[in-house]
């Protein structure tokens, strides 16, 4: 039950991060979305707010990760269609107010060794999250280059649309980004084939970024 609680508040905090950011979150929040009591705090984090939401991010960061693992790598359009299909729930969240609980901890202010523990923990989810998108790529036929570049790309793409759907208020921005990065992939990387149709083939899971 315990550990039951703590995984309760560190999911509550990680949708806190993406509605609030970190100085808008309150632990008076994540005890009411978790249902724990007030010492569950700093029994389960002694560290205080820094190590909860440090802890929130990562475990967002590792969620995300698995879920960019399991994206088809039949060829590299395939990838970007099935990686735009996957994003799209989590945009759509953006355009009615949330945000993404990793890159939420990278304008954290406080502490200066705070902050700077929590940049690092926003570095190193990015970094897993570009990886495993250039080993998808890379595996559905692109060069190490190829792969890379297109993956830092695709994540610039994720993390921007959510700011500019968030502003708008619709998902409008990323239906013109889509389009533009669909038909540049298809123009780029098109091989024996386009892959066609395989995004609408992707689940949609909960928002997870």
């Not at 007030?38 to 560290?47: C, E, K, L, S, V």
């Not at 890379?148 to 994720?158: E, F, K, P, Q």
Request: net charge negative; aromatic share 4%; hydrophobic share 45%.
């Amino acid at each position: 039950m315990a550990g039951d609680t703590r995984d309760r508040m560190i999911e509550a905090t990680v949708e806190a991060l993406r509605r609030r950011g970190v100085a808008g979150m309150s632990f008076t929040e994540v005890l009411r979305e978790s249902g724990a009591a007030r010492g569950a705090i700093y029994h389960h984090f002694p560290g205080g707010k820094g190590q909860l939401v440090a802890e929130a991010a990562a475990r967002n960061g590792r969620d995300v990760r698995e879920n960019l693992a399991a994206l088809p790598a039949d060829d590299p359009v395939a990838v970007v269609e099935s990686f735009l299909a996957l994003i799209r729930p989590v945009v759509e969240c953006a355009a009615t107010g949330s945000g993404c609980a990793v890159a939420a901890v990278t304008v954290a202010s406080g502490e200066p060794a705070e902050t700077t523990s929590l940049r690092e923990v926003a570095a190193t989810a990015f970094a897993s999250w570009s990886d495993i998108l250039t080993a998808r790529l890379a595996a559905s036929g692109l060069s190490g280059e190829d792969a890379s570049g297109l993956a830092t790309t695709l994540l610039a793409l994720l993390e921007g649309a959510q700011v500019l759907c968030r502003a708008a208020g619709t998902a409008d921005p990323f239906d013109t980004m889509t389009r533009t990065a669909l038909d540049l992939a298809r123009s780029r990387y098109a091989g024996g084939g386009s892959g066609g149709g395989r995004a609408s083939e992707v689940s949609r899971p909960q928002a997870w970024s």
